[in-house]
């Protein structure tokens, strides 16, 4: 049976999911501190900020993390987690939020370490780890159209590729903006490669241990054409799924079994209120 309480977002509503609402919630706090007084402001910008050469020759590797949840202004901070809102939450709900945190932490480092090999520039602010939820996105929903300025209808995998072509010729040209293009990048190349490619560890693990991951297309139980056993049926293949999900991440789910999730969760909103609900 369904059950509406599991970690994966199905009919979540518009609350933000517990990773956002928590990154926000730190940010906002750090910044306020930040701007109420300027004597730890300099203390956490010295110590935290990310600074290639303290990275490097003072093995302040902390500022690796530390960095993204430091930032210049308000409206620095507000239209990075403004964005991560935006872009984040759904992801959260699909991906669920061990994998979704995970994900975060990886293009942010990622991002980091991609200033620390082409930057010699201090670096704050979230936008690394920002800019690979967007290309998630992008990855995950190519054809969806967001607005520019409320105004200009594009879609999501367009203006993605206009980002990632500012963010390179940005990082390699000279950078007189004060932006941290690199990170940009970093965030961008890293999410895209553990996206694109990171399943490939799993499938060699599970090689090497002779198992596989459970896969719902062999799975023993079939639908016809009836609308209850269709029911049952998708509550049962969307139970094994998020089961799968916790102990893997959605990340890992094979193409066939993302689309009988997205399928089943359609068809029981819409058929099963009941359970659904």
Do not use: C
């Not at 308000?74 to 995970?102: A, P």
């Not at 082409?118 to 920002?130: K, R, Y």
């Not at 049926?233 to 789910?253: H, M, P, Q």
């Amino acid at each position: 049976m369904y059950n509406k309480n599991r970690s994966f977002g199905i009919g979540t509503g518009g609350a933000l999911p517990p990773v956002v609402k928590n990154i926000v919630f730190i940010n906002g706090i750090i910044f306020i501190m930040q701007f109420i007084n300027q004597s730890l402001n300099y203390m956490l910008l010295d110590n935290f900020a990310l600074n290639p050469y303290d990275v490097i020759y003072k093995f302040k590797i902390w500022q690796l993390i530390t960095y993204m949840f430091l930032h210049g202004g308000f409206w620095h901070v507000f239209f990075n987690m403004f964005v991560l809102w935006m872009f984040g939450s759904e992801l959260e709900r699909e991906w669920g939020s061990k994998e979704f945190l995970k994900y975060y932490l990886i293009t942010g480092i990622g991002a980091g370490l991609t200033v620390v090999l082409l930057s010699n520039a201090p670096t704050i602010g979230a936008s690394g780890a920002v800019y690979g939820i967007m290309i998630a996105y992008a990855l995950r929903y190519p054809d969806r159209s967001i607005y520019i300025w409320f105004l200009f209808p594009v879609k999501v995998k367009y203006f993605m590729a206009f980002l990632a072509l500012i963010s390179f010729f940005s990082t390699i040209g000279p950078n007189t903006d004060g932006i941290a293009h690199a990170a940009h990048l970093g965030g961008i190349v890293i999410g895209f490669i553990y996206l694109k490619f990171w399943y490939l560890f799993y499938k060699v693990r599970d090689m090497l241990k002779e198992t596989s991951p459970k896969n719902i297309s062999n799975s023993n139980f079939k639908y016809t054409k009836g609308g209850g056993k269709k029911t049952e049926y998708y509550r049962r293949a969307i139970d094994e799924l998020l089961d799968k999900i916790n102990r893997v991440g959605y990340l890992k789910l094979t193409d066939e079994e993302k689309k009988i999730l997205e399928e089943g969760s359609k068809y029981l909103r819409e058929h099963d209120k009941e359970h659904f609900n």
